[in-house]
C-alpha cells in the first residue's frame, strides 16, 4: 500500500512539473485519477484548429445558476468538464493606460482579440491614438487559416465585431450609424462600418443576427448605393436567412447566415425577476417570439466547423495542413442579465453549453484542436436564500431536481438595465497550449494562447 500511494504522489508530482514547463505528456503516461488525467490534458506543441468559445456575460454566478436549474447542483454542464480550468481579469483601460476596473463587451473582447486592453466602447483600437491593432483573427487569415464567427448576437455586435473590424466606438455598426466615428468613414479614407468591414476581411463563416444593420446602403467608396448584404454578394458571400438555407449549403463560398433582423431570438422564456420577488416558476422551454426556422447555437456551430474543414480541404499547396479559427458566442446570457429575465438568462446558457458539447466532441476526434471556453466579463445575477429580501429585483425558480432557488439582481435601479460586474472569470479549456490557462492570468493572455497554438507570426 505504501508503494503504491508512493507512486501516485510521484505520478502527481511529475505531472506538476511538467505543467510548470508545458512539456506535453504521452498518452498513457498516466493511468489513474483526476489528477493524472489533467497532465495528460497538459499540452504545448501546435494546434490545427482552435475553437474558442465566449460567454457574454457569463460569470461564475450565471454557471451555477444554469448548473442548478437543469442539471442540479450534484451535477455537470459541458463547459465543467474541460480538463484544465483557471481563471483571467477582465478590466479595461482609460486613454491613459490606467485600469476601468468594469469593462464592456469591447474592450474585453478587444483585449483577447488583439492581446491589448483598450477603453470600454472601443472595437480593436488603442486606448490612446485610436490606432487599429492586429486581430487573431486577421493573423489567422493571414496565416493560411480559415475562419468564422458565429454569434446570437447581431454579427455587428462589440464580441463577434472585434474579430474583424476596427471602430472607435461599438455602435457604428452599419453604414447609417457612424455618429460616433468620424475618422472611420470611407468618406474620410477609414475602413468604414462594423457590417462593412466584416464582409471585406472575407471572413469564410459569418453566423448570426444582424440583418438590419446589412440591409443599410452605403453612402460612399466603390460600393456606394447598395446595401452591405449587396457588397457581400458581390465578394462572393452566399446569404442564408434561416436553417432549411444554412443546412443547403455546400461550401465553396464564404457564407454570411442573417437569422434575425437584430438579436436572435432567445429559447427560454418565463416572467422577469420583480421588486418584492416572484412567485415559484418552471422556465418555458420555448419562445413564440422564436421562429421555427431559427437554427439554435449549437447547430450553426456544427455547420460551421464543417463548412471551415471543407474550405481547408480545398486548398493546395502548404495550407492544406493548416485548419482553422472559430469563435461561437452565447450573447444572450448578457443580455437577458441585463434585463433581470433568470429564464431567458438559464435558456442561453443551456443553449451556449450544447455549443461547447459540439467544439469538444469534434476535438475527441480531432485532438490537435485547442477548445477554450470563457466569458468577457461577470454579470449581476446572484443566488440568495429564499428567506432573504432583496432590495433591487428578484425571482424564485423550481429547479428540475424540484428545488427553490431565489435570483436576485440588485446592481441597478429597478426599471434600469443591470450592469456587468469587474469579477475575474472561469476560463477552461483542453488541446495543445491548453496549460496556458491555469492559475489566474489577464485576458490579454488569451491572444497569447491563441497565437503560440496556431503559432502566428
Known amino acids: 500500500m505504501r508503494r503504491l500511494r508512493l507512486s501516485r504522489r510521484r505520478a502527481i508530482t511529475g505531472a506538476a512539473v511538467l505543467l510548470a514547463t508545458g512539456v506535453a505528456i504521452p498518452a498513457g503516461a498516466a493511468a489513474f485519477g483526476p489528477k493524472e488525467q489533467a497532465a495528460r490534458a497538459i499540452q504545448g506543441g501546435k494546434a490545427k484548429n482552435v475553437i474558442l468559445l465566449i460567454g ?85 487569415q493571414k496565416g493560411g487559416y480559415a475562419t468564422g464567427s458565429v454569434t446570437t448576437a447581431e454579427l455587428t455586435d462589440a464580441t463577434p465585431a472585434v474579430l474583424a473590424s476596427h471602430v472607435t466606438d461599438r455602435s457604428c455598426q452599419g453604414p447609417a450609424d457612424m455618429a460616433k466615428c468620424a475618422a472611420d468613414t470611407i468618406a474620410k479614407g477609414g475602413p468604414g462600418s462594423i457590417a462593412e468591414q466584416s464582409v471585406n476581411h472575407k471572413v469564410d463563416v459569418l453566423l448570426g443576427g444582424g440583418k438590419q444593420r446589412f440591409d443599410q446602403k452605403i453612402t460612399e467608396g466603390p460600393y456606394k448605393g447598395m446595401t452591405v448584404a449587396e457588397q457581400a454578394r458581390k465578394l462572393g458571400y452566399e446569404i442564408v436567412t434561416d436553417k432549411p438555407g444554412l443546412q443547403g449549403v455546400k461550401g465553396g463560398k464564404p457564407v454570411l447566415g442573417l437569422f434575425a433582423p437584430g438579436n436572435v431570438p432567445v429559447e427560454w ?75 431567458g438568462q438559464i435558456g442561453e446558457t443551456a443553449a451556449f453549453d450544447r455549443a461547447v458539447k459540439v467544439a469538444r466532441d469534434y476535438a475527441a476526434k480531432h485532438p490537435d484542436t485547442l477548445v477554450v471556453t470563457t466569458a468577457d466579463h461577470g454579470h449581476s445575477s446572484q443566488m440568495v436564500p429564499l428567506e432573504a429580501n432583496p432590495p433591487g429585483l428578484s425571482s424564485t425558480l423550481v429547479t428540475d431536481e424540484g428545488g427553490r432557488l431565489k435570483v436576485n439582481y440588485s446592481t441597478n435601479t429597478p426599471g434600469q438595465s443591470q450592469e456587468h460586474t469587474g469579477t475575474e472569470v472561469r476560463i477552461a479549456a483542453q488541446g495543445p497550449q491548453a496549460y496556458r490557462v491555469l492559475g489566474v492570468t489577464n485576458q490579454t493572455d488569451l491572444f497569447t494562447t491563441i497565437r503560440k497554438a496556431l503559432q502566428l507570426r
Open 56 to 140: 457574454d456575460g457569463m460569470g461564475d454566478s450565471e454557471i451555477t445558476l444554469a448548473r442548478n436549474y437543469t442539471v442540479g447542483a450534484a451535477g455537470r454542464l459541458n463547459m465543467d468538464k474541460f480538463p484544465l480550468t483557471g481563471a483571467y481579469t477582465t478590466y479595461a483601460v482609460d486613454k491613459n493606460g490606467k485600469p476601468d476596473y468594469v469593462t464592456d463587451s469591447a474592450a474585453s473582447g478587444s483585449g483577447w482579440a488583439t492581446g491589448h486592453k483598450t477603453v470600454n466602447g472601443r472595437i480593436s483600437k488603442t486606448p490612446d491614438t485610436d490606432k487599429a491593432l492586429p486581430t487573431i483573427l486577421e493573423l489567422a
Open 269 to 343: 422564456t418565463g416572467k422577469p425577476a420583480a421588486v418584492g420577488g416572484t412567485d415559484p416558476q418552471r422556465c418555458t422551454t420555448g419562445n413564440p417570439q422564436r421562429p421555427a426556422g431559427t437554427p439554435a447555437l449549437d447547430e450553426q456551430a456544427t455547420k460551421a466547423i464543417q463548412l471551415l474543414e471543407d474550405k481547408q480541404k480545398s486548398k493546395r499547396g502548404q495550407d492544406r495542413d493548416k485548419g482553422f479559427f472559430l469563435q461561437i458566442e452565447g450573447a444572450s446570457i448578457d443580455k437577458q442579465d441585463h434585463a433581470a429575465d433568470p429564464c
